[in-house]
């Protein structure tokens, strides 16, 4: 099993719609959990840091889910430009953990 | 401007022939790492440094060297190619470490490698 699950998509959405992905970790003494963008072919970039209490920028909410062990984004109204992949990052030993994304297109 | 800068970008080389990528942040950052990225695998550590003449082995470090001579240079190695090291890699750097809620990683714009 990888230490990091999601689902690669694409998630095809209509401009406007919400949009959720999850994320998954195998291992619980995880202590930090972000969410990355990466555009094609570019550098990953910090979307944001998942808080315990769940934490909402914008159009964007991520939520931590311990007991279950994942973790999830929230794009709210999404724009065209929020095609991307996103990225979850955890942090099970003292390094990051990447998942291999999961790839959102936004169509007009 | 800040900003972590790679070269070269693109890179087709042969099997055996010794190669560099450089790597280089202006932030003052302590900790830096190299990354590749294959489909379907994401991104997965090769090796990282904490400071100068710190390093240490990421999770897939065969076939590559790091030195870090300088706390802003991070050159990646690799003695031999091979047609599986065919790869894009990035560089990345942070404040001070990896986790931490506030240890964003600042990654570079990545160098497309091919070994034929």
């Known amino acids: 099993r990888k230490e990091v699950e999601q689902d690669p998509g694409p998630f095809n959405v209509p401009e406007g719609a919400t949009v959720a992905f999850n994320c998954t970790y195998s291992?619980?003494?995880?202590?930090?959990f972000f969410w990355y963008r990466q555009d094609c072919r570019k550098e990953p970039k910090l979307l944001m840091s998942v808080y315990s209490s769940g934490n909402e920028d914008g159009r964007f909410t991520a939520q931590l889910n311990r007991a279950s062990q994942y973790i999830s984004l929230l794009i709210r109204d999404s724009k065209l430009s929020d095609s991307a992949t996103y990225l979850c990052v955890v942090t099970p030993t003292g390094k990051l953990i990447f998942g291999q994304g999961t790839t959102l297109q936004v169509k007009p | 401007e800040a900003q972590v800068t790679q070269n070269p970008r693109y890179l087709i080389t042969v099997t055996g022939k010794k190669l560099t990528v450089t790597c280089s942040q202006n932030m003052n950052h302590e900790y830096m790492s190299w990354y590749r990225q294959d489909p379907g695998l994401g991104l997965r550590q090769i090796y990282y440094?904490?400071?100068?003449?710190?390093?240490d082995k990421g999770d897939v470090p065969e076939g590559y060297k790091v030195s870090r001579k300088e706390k802003r240079n991070f050159p990646l190695i690799l003695e031999s190619p091979s047609p599986n090291q065919t790869s894009l890699y990035f560089c990345?750097?942070?404040?001070?470490?990896?986790?931490?809620?506030?240890?964003?990683?600042?990654f570079g714009p990545g160098t497309r490698l091919t070994v034929l």
């Open positions: 291992n619980s003494a995880s202590q930090s």
């Open positions: 440094s904490m400071n100068v003449e710190v390093t």
């Open positions: 990345a750097s942070s404040l001070g470490g990896q986790t931490g809620t506030d240890n964003e990683q600042f």
